[in-house]
């Protein structure tokens, strides 16, 4: 069980216990490394526990392809390895003219190259597929029956359990407030629970990213901001009614799909920030529930249980900043997922632990590189929804 006693000293110590500080303690800790999650409230109580559970390769880069292709890999292996649901039910996003075909075409054959199975297919199967779909405008859909998703609560607790089990330890509600440095290098962490020595630090806080960097006195730009974005939930319906995570860029970049307790989970589009702030509005309400009957007109039927918000941690790309930082040994980053950080977790914990254990990875983690901003060397937007 996670802990608020802080150890003396630990060999790396990890900030922020979402699904990116949890997953990659896990994988340092299986690897036989001695290391301590810090986390200032209780484990996934960012981000994580807020997000829409889908799980998805279908991105319109090479790199994002394939580190999606083997996050969906190890989503596979570990949900069957500690008894956790991850249901490849499969993503589909809804084409509503030629434009967004073509675009599709193009990132239907990057994904096939790295062996997603992703397809075009006709309106009439992609309502074979979700029957209560409204298939009168749509002229396609992308469809890769592998993608999937995953409860963030069930996964992000048994990887936790698993890498305490390996022997990481996991502090909650003990905040970092400040690093410990002499000529350069990591002595340690101040905390609210006082000192705990350490060489290796990453930051894994993504909202909070900024700060984080900020304490570590790191000059580099790595632009990451705060977003408000906002999700629903409705009463259940009828179990698998709407199988795969169902994605409408027409529609207000409306997400959607049902939980295994047969509710409607999903969001749009719907952007505020940058800002802390996590009220939900009145107008996130209203533009959800037209979008999502405007795809499924059933849903008009259903009554809306809960709104809530979380954040987007948003670089400038839509793409995260994964890397170690030079000017400082040893500190990395796993930050800014930007909206997509639940699926690629795993993957990411894979990377950034191979950077740590051994100096590289065969991942292509060049794609995250966090000096790009100061650079200038933005890359191709991320395929991001919702
Ligand atoms: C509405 C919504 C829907 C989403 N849907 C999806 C989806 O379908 N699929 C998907 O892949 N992603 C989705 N996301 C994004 C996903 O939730 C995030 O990318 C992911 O959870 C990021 O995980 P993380 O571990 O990096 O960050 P977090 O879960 O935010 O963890 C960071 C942790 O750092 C801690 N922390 C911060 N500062 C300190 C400090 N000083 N000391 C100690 N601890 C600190 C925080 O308390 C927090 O727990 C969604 C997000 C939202 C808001």
């Known amino acids: 069980m996670p802990t608020r006693k802080l150890p003396e000293k630990s060999q790396i110590v990890i900030i922020g216990g979402g699904i990116i500080g949890v997953t990659l303690a896990h994988e340092l800790a299986k690897r036989g490394e001695e290391v301590t999650v810090i986390e200032k409230r209780f484990i996934g109580s960012g981000s994580t526990f807020r997000c829409g559970t889908g799980i998805r390769q279908q991105f319109n880069d090479e790199a994002n392809v394939q580190v999606m292709k083997r996050s969906v890999e190890l989503w596979k292996k570990y949900s069957k390895e500690y008894g956790f649901s991850f249901k490849q039910t499969g993503y589909l996003f809804l084409l509503y003219d030629e434009g967004e075909v073509e675009e599709f075409k193009r990132n239907i054959a990057i994904q096939n190259r790295f062996g997603v199975p992703t397809r075009l297919i006709t309106p009439e199967e992609a309502k074979e597929i979700v029957p209560l779909l409204d298939i009168s405008e749509v002229i396609a859909a992308s469809w890769n029956p592998t993608d999937g998703k995953a409860s963030p609560f069930h996964s992000t607790a048994a990887f936790a359990l698993n890498a305490e089990k390996f022997g990481a330890k996991l502090v909650e509600y003990t905040e970092v407030k400040d690093f410990i440095i002499e000529k350069g290098e990591i002595k340690g962490l101040k905390t609210s629970r006082g000192v705990i020595k350490t060489g290796i630090v990453v930051n894994a806080t993504n909202a909070w990213a900024k700060l984080i960097n900020a304490m570590a006195g790191i000059k580099t730009s790595i632009p990451i901001e705060p977003y408000k974005h906002q999700a629903v939930i409705t009463q259940p319906i009828k179990r698998d009614a709407i199988k795969p995570m169902v994605i409408s860029f027409k529609y207000g970049h409306a997400y959607l799909t049902q939980t295994s307790h047969g509710g409607v989970v999903g969001g ?41 918000a979380g954040y987007y941690a948003k670089t400038l790309d839509s793409n995260p900043a994964i890397g170690k930082i030079e000017e400082l040994s040893d500190y990395y980053i796993a930050a800014g997922f930007s909206g997509h950080g639940f699926m690629m977790a795993p993957a990411v914990a894979e990377m950034v632990a191979d950077l740590i254990t051994k100096g590289r990875t065969d ?24």
Do not use: N
């Open 268 to 308: 749009v589009g719907y952007e505020i920030g940058p800002t802390y702030d996590l009220t939900p509005t009145y107008e996130f309400m209203r533009g959800v529930s037209y979008y999502f009957t405007k795809i499924i007109p059933a849903l008009r039927e259903l009554l809306i249980l809960r709104t809530w």
């Open 363 to 386: 991942l292509p983690v060049d794609w995250y590189d966090p000096y790009r901003f100061e650079r200038g060397e933005l890359r191709g937007q991320a395929l991001q929804m919702g």
